[in-house]
């Protein structure tokens, strides 16, 4: 009998080791593609427990869910066909027609997008809070009756906002609400949700957890019975991952701590560099002191991330860095050992109505970093240059 129980003491060990099965499997020192989409019959008491693939129960599936549970320090994980099923199938989970969620007043756009055009279809509807300069007090006037979740993100996408976590946990459990975070952004590596009282913890794990700009895939992390119960819709709704994927995706997990640092330490001298200069209006970033989630993150986080964004001044000033950087590529997506450059209203928020994005600070002059594993001192010339010229 295959066990996928192993667990250590350190994020750094559980990242390579958690969940290998044991015995090696024909003593392979890495898990091997399992490319078969179903396994022979035994003593299934459950639909659930039968062996077929789009079931998330081959054994890349189960090292790789048992080695997610373990870095975010959960009872149990689940992987999914991309980071919008991880989320959407979630919210599903516990949110159904006639009822109602909280979030937070910025979101990722394809989340944002989900709720403002698929919501209504669906008979679900949703009510923005500002987690950053609200309060409880505030939040209250958005309840209702039927209201069963409050969905927000660790670090906001694109304007890097870090609310009162904290303040939100508490908030809920008042409530009687769910708790979902959107951790893609953190990591497990600067932030695990879970220890401070969320229950459900969502990534796109195409970004960091991979981290090579190679696969599409997601993963929910939290208690057994939460995680159960999107597992059980998201074998309706068929949003599994193959084998491959999986293979590549705990490939990507080993070297997540040695990546995270690298950009961590990266983005903070970029946000140092363009906080400094006249002619950038602002720098959104968590490390800054000036920030004004830094005091949050800084108790929270270990630390503040690879992602930041800054204003331009105009859309044409902004386009014409896009076009003169020479180590960042310009395209969307994040969190890879490359770094890349967006203006979000062209990319991730373009869904968003153009007013709508304005009124939460996403204009056209704003462009989000994504900041690799290149050496840092190379990037800030390449970004001094691109803003001279």
């Given amino acids: 009998m295959t066990d996928y129980s192993d667990r250590f003491d350190r994020l750094e060990t559980n990242l390579v080791h958690a969940g290998a099965p044991r015995p090696n499997i024909g003593g392979a020192v890495v898990t091997p ?93 949703h009510t923005a809070i500002d987690t950053v300069a609200g309060s409880p007090a505030d939040w209250e006037a958005a309840l209702r009756p039927e209201t069963r979740l409050i969905l927000v993100e660790s670090i906001s996408n694109p304007l890097m906002e870090v609310g009162d976590l904290e303040a939100v946990v508490a908030f809920a459990r008042s409530h009687g609400l769910i708790t979902m975070i959107d951790n893609t952004f953190a990591s497990p590596v600067n932030f695990r949700p879970l220890e ?64 995270v640092a690298r950009q961590n330490s990266s983005a903070m001298q970029i946000a140092e560099f363009l906080a400094g200069r006249d002619d950038i209006e602002r720098v959104n970033y968590p490390g800054l002191p000036s920030d004004p989630g830094h005091a949050v993150a800084r108790e929270l986080f270990s630390g503040f991330g690879g992602m930041l964004s800054f204003y331009t001044g105009d859309v044409e000033r902004a386009e014409r860095f896009l076009s003169r950087v020479r180590i960042p590529l310009h395209a969307a997506s994040l969190g890879g050992v490359e770094s890349l450059v967006v203006r979000p209203s062209r990319s991730s928020h373009l869904g968003v109505p153009p007013t709508a994005r304005e009124a939460l600070g996403i204009t056209d002059d704003l462009v989000r970093v994504s900041t690799g594993i290149e050496d840092p001192g190379e990037l800030i010339a390449d970004f001094e240059q691109a803003l001279d010229r």
């Fill in 33 to 125: 593609i399992f490319q078969s989409a179903n396994y022979l019959m035994a003593d299934e008491g459950a639909y659930d427990e039968v062996r077929y693939i789009r079931l998330s129960n081959s054994p890349n599936h189960f090292t790789l869910q048992a080695r997610l549970a373990a870095a975010e320090e959960g009872e149990s994980a689940l992987v999914t066909a991309s980071g919008m099923a991880a989320i959407t199938t979630s919210i599903l989970a516990f949110v159904g027609a006639g009822e109602h969620l909280l979030t937070q007043r910025t979101l990722y756009g394809g989340t944002q997008n989900f709720l403002d055009e698929d919501g209504p279809r669906l008979n679900i509807a």
């Fill in 196 to 259: 401070i009282g969320i229950d459900l913890v969502v990534h796109s794990a195409t970004k960091y957890l991979n981290g090579h700009s190679d696969i599409v895939a997601g993963a929910v992390v939290g208690s057994a019975t939460h995680v159960d119960r999107v597992r059980h819709l998201l074998l309706h709704l068929g949003g599994s991952i193959d084998p491959n994927t999986a293979f590549l995706f705990e490939r990507g997990l080993k070297t997540l701590a040695l990546r």
